[in-house]
């Protein structure tokens, strides 16, 4: 991620926008459901579900036809309970009894191969369904891709390999479960009225209410669900920005706008969390009308129908049918919906924006290029379409002025000269580096020129995800350049052992379980023992050397702190003495004093020190500063930075002045 500088998040987060809130279509963004936004979404899942279902009507009526066994199943379910009573049971003909629920019983083989059929026919309606979705995910990336590059996302290998599959369950789920009770409620009615039609009295009225009630709240619900995932997803989003990003927000000055828009957040996401809440509220009261009143009426209304004829059998029957076939029926139905049939309206909703054709090639710019300064694009204009950029030359070496330094390169169309050589070969040299994350990847790196010579003192500063990490890894040798090359001391790596040329510590240390003098002579096991207590006095680590009992105690990984590793693979470098020395966010562990003293000490040990800076404090030590924005550098003393960087001098929470 990136950490946008003071003077640029404060123009992008000086008016903190809800998740709710968006600046064009409502569906943009998963705010607050007004009328427009509670009706959009399903509208465009329907419009667009129609001529998907009408064209496989086959399927559909193969399906309903496997289905009537188990209309057949539910129908003698309750039927066969009422005979058995009334003309078996209780009129003393116990054997008729037992023919009827043995008719009851039988009736449920059938529906085991209606199962097996039913599950056949549905993967010709399942699977088209998410070979569509996939088929529109990559026809989406794909225009995106040709007509508008910087659009262009990860989104649709979302789409593909998960929300497709999300979508293709939710979909399955609901035609079984949709099926299943549309037949198992036309059984249960047709059954109660062939009962008594009396019965249909009592059960229809709270069935249809609690089935209205539960279908109005099926589009607030699905508005309610895509804010509420809209906010955490921007909450969640926000905070992974801002746990990686701390040390750029405490350098920046930006803690008071995070932590005003983490509470933005925070609360947006409440809200909608409330919301939804009390559409889910809704819809346990519209399933107990469903599926517990009509019980409940049928017992409070028996003395009623038996007086007027109605049978013990039938009442005995009726009861079956509501509680054994109509009550788990609607529940399913309702849990069917408000989950898998929310979660499909909110992942379908995302898939249903119109699929743009490229648009037609422009025409050939005019002739010339901007690389040899002839008519055409300018660098700049290059740079922001994601082509290649002007190559960034950065020389590590005497000092030789604002006009002189780093800072002049990109300007320039033509490719700055390369520095001059010097008598004494370089430490570490990079030639035309470029270094990439993929063949199709924009570099993150690119043709970066950097000499570092014996003496010299380097810090590396930029915001995070600029490229730090990559540069500090490249001159350690342990990634390959896409193009370029590297040289130690005159000679590739491969013809150098690395061990005797580069130390490199990341910001997470590594310490095992051993003695605290086998951790710190590990990159070095001949050192003798007063390296290792110069490494000790040089670094401050006598207090944790008497917390442990000292150098031969025992050390336990888990019991230091994030700091104390830190300084231990800190004092492994002091011992191991090579020439160059790499520092990734070593310190980012260490108080200020410390890494102050921790840096010194490094400095004054090794031939040449590579900073990755994490505090300003740190880049003022070194005798340059190399600050790095994605593929763009600048080289300079903190002195000339601070007149020609304008990165820079927000990093330092300064502003750029003004015109005049």
Same mark, same amino acid.
């Given at each position: 991620?990136?950490v946008e500088?003071?003077?640029?998040?404060?123009?992008?987060?000086?008016?903190?926008?809800?998740?709710? *809130?968006?600046s064009g %279509?409502?569906?943009?963004?998963?705010?607050?459901?007004g009328?427009?936004a509670r009706?959009?979404?399903?509208?465009?899942?329907v419009?667009?579900?129609?001529?998907?279902?009408?064209?496989?009507?086959?399927?559909?009526?193969?399906?309903?036809?496997? $289905?009537?066994?188990?209309?057949?199943?539910?129908?003698l379910?309750?039927?066969?309970?009422?005979? +058995?009573?009334?003309?078996?049971? #209780?009129?003393?003909?116990?054997s008729?009894?037992?023919?009827?629920l043995?008719?009851?019983?039988?009736?449920?083989?059938?529906?085991?191969?209606a199962?097996?059929?039913?599950?056949?026919?549905l993967?010709?309606?399942?699977?088209?369904?998410?070979?569509?979705?996939?088929?529109?995910?990559?026809?989406?990336?794909?225009?995106?891709?040709l007509?508008?590059?910087? /659009?262009?996302?990860?989104?649709? =290998?979302?789409?593909?390999?998960?929300q497709?599959?999300?979508?293709?369950?939710?979909?399955?789920?609901?035609?079984?479960?949709l099926r299943?009770? =549309?037949f198992?409620?036309a059984?249960?009615?047709?059954?109660?009225?062939?009962?008594?039609?009396?019965?249909?009295?009592?059960?229809l009225?709270?069935?249809?209410?609690?089935?209205?009630?539960?279908?109005?709240t099926l589009?607030?619900m &699905?508005?309610?669900? !895509?804010a509420y995932l809209?906010?955490?997803?921007?909450?969640a989003?926000?905070?992974?920005?801002?746990?990686?990003?701390?040390?750029?927000?405490? &350098?920046a000055?930006?803690? /008071? @706008?995070?932590?005003a828009?983490?509470?933005?957040?925070?609360?947006?996401?409440?809200?909608?969390?409330?919301?939804l809440?009390?559409?889910?509220?809704?819809?346990v009261?519209?399933?107990?009308?469903?599926?517990?009143?009509?019980?409940?009426?049928?017992?409070? +209304?028996?003395?009623?129908?038996l007086h007027?004829?109605?049978?013990?059998? +039938? #009442?005995?029957?009726?009861l079956?049918?509501?509680?054994q076939?109509?009550?788990?029926?609607?529940?399913a139905?309702? $849990?069917?919906?408000?989950?898998?049939?929310? !979660?499909?309206?909110?992942?379908? /909703? !995302?898939?249903?924006?119109?699929?743009?054709?490229?648009?037609?090639?422009a025409?050939?710019?005019?002739?010339?290029?901007?690389?040899?300064?002839?008519?055409?694009?300018s660098?700049?204009?290059?740079?922001?379409?994601?082509?290649?950029?002007?190559?960034a030359?950065?020389v590590?070496?005497?000092?030789?002025?604002?006009?002189?330094?780093?800072?002049?390169?990109?300007a320039?169309?033509?490719?700055?000269?390369?520095?001059l050589?010097?008598?004494?070969?370089?430490v570490?040299?990079?030639?035309?580096?470029?270094?990439?994350?993929?063949p199709s990847?924009?570099? *993150? #790196?690119?043709?970066?020129?950097?000499?570092?010579?014996?003496g010299?003192?380097l810090?590396? =500063?930029?915001?995070?995800?600029s490229?730090?990490?990559t540069?500090?890894?490249?001159?350690?040798?342990?990634?390959?350049p896409?193009r370029?090359?590297?040289r130690?001391?005159?000679r590739?790596?491969?013809a150098?052992?690395p061990?005797?040329?580069?130390?490199?510590?990341?910001?997470?240390a590594?310490?095992?379980?051993?003695?605290?003098r086998?951790?710190? @002579?590990?990159?070095?096991?001949?050192?003798p023992g007063?390296?290792i207590t110069a490494a000790?006095?040089?670094l401050?680590?006598?207090?944790?050397?008497?917390r442990?009992?000292?150098?031969?105690? %025992?050390?336990?990984?888990t019991?230091l702190?994030?700091?104390?590793?830190?300084?231990?693979?800190?004092?492994?470098?002091?011992v191991?003495?090579?020439p160059?020395?790499?520092?990734?966010?070593?310190?980012s562990?260490?108080?200020?004093?410390?890494?102050a003293?921790a840096?010194?000490?490094?400095?004054?040990? &090794?031939?040449t020190l590579?900073?990755?800076?994490?505090?300003?404090?740190?880049?003022r030590?070194?005798?340059?500063?190399?600050?790095?924005?994605?593929?763009r550098?600048?080289l300079?003393?903190? &002195?000339e930075?601070?007149?020609?960087?304008?990165?820079y001098?927000d990093?330092?929470g300064?502003?750029?002045?003004?015109?005049?």
């Amino acid at each position: 991620m990136t950490v946008e500088p003071p003077r640029a998040a404060a123009r992008r987060a000086g008016r903190p926008r809800p998740p709710g *809130v968006t600046s064009g %279509r409502s569906r943009s963004g998963p705010g607050a459901p007004g009328r427009s936004a509670r009706h959009g979404a399903l509208g465009r899942v329907v419009r667009e579900g129609v001529p998907f279902l009408r064209a496989r009507v086959p399927v559909l009526v193969r399906l309903g036809g496997w $289905s009537l066994l188990e209309f057949g199943q539910t129908f003698l379910s309750g039927y066969g309970v009422a005979r +058995a009573l009334d003309q078996g049971f #209780l009129a003393g003909h116990p054997s008729t009894g037992l023919l009827w629920l043995a008719a009851a019983a039988l009736a449920l083989l059938p529906t085991g191969v209606a199962t097996r059929r039913v599950f056949a026919r549905l993967a010709d309606l399942v699977e088209p369904f998410r070979d569509g979705l996939v088929r529109r995910a990559v026809a989406r990336a794909l225009t995106t891709a040709l007509d508008r590059p910087r /659009d262009a996302t990860a989104t649709s =290998v979302s789409q593909v390999t998960h929300q497709s599959e999300i979508a293709r369950d939710s979909w399955a789920g609901l035609v079984l479960t949709l099926r299943s009770f =549309v037949f198992t409620a036309a059984g249960a009615l047709a059954g109660l009225a062939a009962l008594a039609p009396a019965l249909l009295l009592i059960v229809l009225p709270p069935l249809i209410l609690g089935l209205a009630l539960f279908l109005a709240t099926l589009v607030p619900m &699905a508005a309610a669900q !895509r804010a509420y995932l809209g906010a955490d997803e921007a909450f969640a989003a926000h905070a992974g920005q801002t746990a990686s990003a701390l040390r750029d927000i405490a &350098a920046a000055g930006a803690r /008071d @706008r995070v932590a005003a828009e983490t509470r933005m957040l925070a609360e947006h996401q409440a809200g909608a969390a409330r919301s939804l809440a009390r559409w889910a509220a809704v819809r346990v009261l519209a399933l107990a009308v469903c599926g517990r009143v009509p019980p409940l009426l049928l017992l409070l +209304a028996a003395p009623w129908l038996l007086h007027r004829g109605l049978t013990g059998g +039938a #009442l005995v029957g009726a009861l079956t049918y509501l509680t054994q076939a109509l009550a788990p029926a609607v529940h399913a139905l309702m $849990s069917m919906l408000g989950t898998a049939g929310g !979660r499909l309206v909110v992942v379908l /909703d !995302r898939f249903t924006d119109p699929v743009r054709p490229p648009a037609e090639p422009a025409s050939a710019p005019a002739a010339g290029d901007a690389r040899t300064g002839a008519s055409g694009p300018s660098p700049a204009a290059v740079a922001g379409q994601g082509g290649p950029r002007p190559p960034a030359v950065a020389v590590v070496g005497p000092p030789t002025g604002p006009t002189g330094s780093a800072a002049a390169a990109p300007a320039s169309p033509t490719r700055a000269p390369a520095p001059l050589p010097c008598p004494a070969t370089a430490v570490v040299e990079l030639r035309a580096v470029s270094f990439a994350y993929g063949p199709s990847a924009r570099p *993150v #790196l690119d043709r970066l020129d950097l000499e570092i010579r014996a003496g010299d003192r380097l810090a590396v =500063v930029g915001p995070s995800g600029s490229g730090k990490s990559t540069l500090a890894a490249v001159l350690a040798g342990v990634v390959t350049p896409t193009r370029g090359e590297v040289r130690w001391h005159g000679r590739p790596p491969s013809a150098v052992d690395p061990r005797g040329v580069r130390t490199l510590l990341p910001q997470q240390a590594y310490v095992f379980s051993a003695s605290l003098r086998d951790n710190l @002579r590990y990159l070095r096991p001949d050192a003798p023992g007063h390296d290792i207590t110069a490494a000790v006095a040089a670094l401050g680590l006598e207090p944790l050397c008497a917390r442990l009992g000292g150098l031969d105690a %025992r050390v336990e990984p888990t019991r230091l702190t994030l700091g104390e590793r830190q300084l231990v693979a800190l004092g492994r470098a002091y011992v191991a003495t090579a020439p160059l020395l790499v520092l990734d966010e070593a310190t980012s562990h260490l108080d200020p004093a410390a890494e102050a003293r921790a840096e010194t000490a490094l400095a004054a040990r &090794a031939e040449t020190l590579v900073v990755i800076a994490h505090r300003l404090s740190s880049a003022r030590r070194a005798d340059r500063i190399l600050v790095v924005d994605g593929s763009r550098t600048v080289l300079g003393t903190s &002195a000339e930075l601070l007149r020609s960087s304008a990165l820079y001098r927000d990093l330092t929470g300064l502003w750029a002045p003004g015109p005049g």
